[in-house]
C-alpha cells in the first residue's frame, strides 16, 4: 500500500518561511482531495489546507494569505509553503490524502517557530 512521507519541518524564526514535503511511495487511484493538517500540544486537530481533484484550494483563516498548497502529479507530492510564520503556527504538519478506499496520512512534520 501506499506511504506518505512528509519532510521540510523543523526550526524557523519567526516571519521566516519553509516548504513542506508530502510524498507518496506506491499509487493512490481516484484521489478526490488531499490536505494538510497541523496538532500543536493541547490542540486539537486542524485543517490547514485542502486541495481537491479539481484543484480548487481551501485555508484556514489563519493562514489565508500566507499559505500556499500545491500538488506535482508527477512527482507524486505535494507542497504547503508558508510566509510571514508566526509562534502560533508551531504544530506537527500531517499530510492526508482521500480516496474511495481509504484515507492516507503521513507521520508528521514537526514546525518550530521562535526566536
Known amino acids: 500500500q501506499a506511504q506518505l512521507v512528509e519532510s521540510g519541518g523543523g526550526w524557523v524564526q519567526p516571519g521566516g518561511s519553509l516548504r513542506l514535503s508530502c510524498a507518496a511511495s506506491g499509487r493512490i487511484d481516484s484521489i478526490y482531495a488531499m490536505g494538510w493538517y497541523r496538532q500543536a500540544p493541547g490542540k486539537l486537530r486542524e485543517l490547514v489546507a485542502g486541495?481537491?481533484?479539481?484543484?480548487?484550494?481551501n485555508y484556514a483563516d489563519s493562514v489565508k494569505g500566507r499559505c500556499a498548497i500545491s500538488s506535482d502529479n508527477a512527482k507524486n507530492t505535494m507542497y504547503m509553503q508558508k510566509t510571514s510564520l508566526k509562534p502560533e503556527d508551531a504544530a506537527v504538519y500531517s499530510c492526508?490524502?482521500?480516496?474511495?478506499?481509504?484515507?492516507?496520512w503521513g507521520q508528521g512534520t514537526p514546525v518550530t517557530v521562535s526566536s
Open positions: 486541495i481537491d481533484s479539481g484543484g480548487d484550494t
Open positions: 492526508d490524502v482521500d480516496s474511495p478506499q481509504r484515507d492516507y
